[in-house]
């Protein structure tokens, strides 16, 4: 490890085991707060894992090497003339344990201010020490789509595991730096598989907490993943907001205009995509099966049956047994 990494973060010791019992290194999670966070869905996203799941700080950032105070003033509490409190800025790495207990990596708080290659080139050196084997940067992005319509998050990336059942947007894009595109773009380098996920959050609900956002993009990491994510909480706030939005709508005509000129924009972006990518699943719909998947299921059915058939104590075995037998012709 180099002398800046040395001063950009300090380990912590003992080191929480990382490794789990499937074969294959952890996924890593970035989400940084403070860039493309709409609907406060990627901040709400590293807090619900961390209040939802056990998990164990790995690494801690120097906030003094990457923080510039003046853009991100915390919090300070004033009580009887004293100042009594600050808020503390936490840019850390943790190792989180979802529900049967697979182990995978965090990477949040707030974005750097500065010295965004250097700690690239730190998280880079995390990644090689625990042996990453995927990294997915999350990012909420206000959009005109309407909240009638079921949530879509877009993909990109060089690893075609990640994309294949996102939506994926193949064309040239002009958007404002920040350290999580920093860190894809150094990852894609070193040859490590990275991709970024976007949840589209309509624009008019954008400045406010909107759950079904951060919903989605845990329920496309745990798909992504192979994670099994504590979601019920989640599916309740969204539920609610969703009710509240409802009312709000049919309470105003012009609202309702609004809504309808963007769920028809919404359904015909859709079908030329579908149009363009017949295979793909689209937000909302359940994920089809692949022809392995429903061959490895056809061949459980057969062995099971099979089982039945061996079994003198399956019902259809004695179905069978009572049956009366045709006598073979003389």
């Not at 074969?23 to 869905?41: E, F, K, V």
């Not at 599916?235 to 012009?254: F, G, I, N, P, Y």
């Amino acid at each position: 490890m180099s002398d800046n990494n040395d001063r950009m973060y300090e380990l912590e010791y003992p080191s929480p085991e990382v490794s789990g019992q499937t074969a294959g290194g952890p996924t890593l999670i970035i989400a940084l707060q403070g860039y493309a966070d709409a609907g406060h869905a990627v901040e709400a996203s590293s807090s619900h894992l961390m209040e939802a799941l056990d998990h164990r700080l790995i690494a801690s950032f120097n906030n003094d090497e990457l923080i510039d105070y003046r853009s991100r003033r915390p919090l300070v509490v004033i009580e009887h003339n004293e100042v009594s409190s600050m808020d503390e800025l936490n840019l850390g790495l943790h190792v989180v344990r979802d529900n049967d207990n697979k182990p995978f990596l965090v990477l949040a708080g707030p974005e750097p201010d500065l010295r965004w290659g250097d700690f690239s080139n730190a998280v880079v050196d995390l990644v090689e020490k625990f042996g990453v084997e995927n990294t997915i940067c999350l990012y909420a992005a206000p959009m005109t789509v309407p909240h009638t319509r079921p949530t879509v998050v877009t993909a990109h990336g060089n690893s075609a595991d990640r994309l294949k059942d996102q939506i994926s947007l193949n064309t040239r894009l002009n958007v404002p730096g920040s350290a999580s595109l920093k860190l894809e773009m150094m990852l894609k380098d070193k040859g490590k598989n990275v991709s970024g996920y976007t949840v589209h959050v309509p624009h008019y609900v954008s400045a406010s907490p909107y759950p079904a956002a951060t919903l989605k993009l845990l329920q496309s990491i745990a798909d992504s993943a192979d994670l099994n994510l504590p979601l019920l909480a989640l599916e309740r706030d969204a539920e609610k907001v969703h009710r509240q939005l409802v009312e709000q709508t049919e309470d105003s005509a012009e609202i309702q205009r609004v809504v309808g000129a963007l769920e028809q924009q919404y359904d015909a972006e859709l079908e030329r995509y579908w149009n363009k990518h017949p295979q793909a699943v689209m937000p909302g719909e359940s994920d089809i099966p692949s022809g392995d998947e429903i061959g490895a299921e056809f061949e459980k059915f057969l062995a099971e049956l099979d089982t039945g058939a061996d079994n003198p104590d399956s019902p259809s075995s004695e179905s069978d047994a009572s049956e009366p037998q045709d006598s073979p012709e003389d």
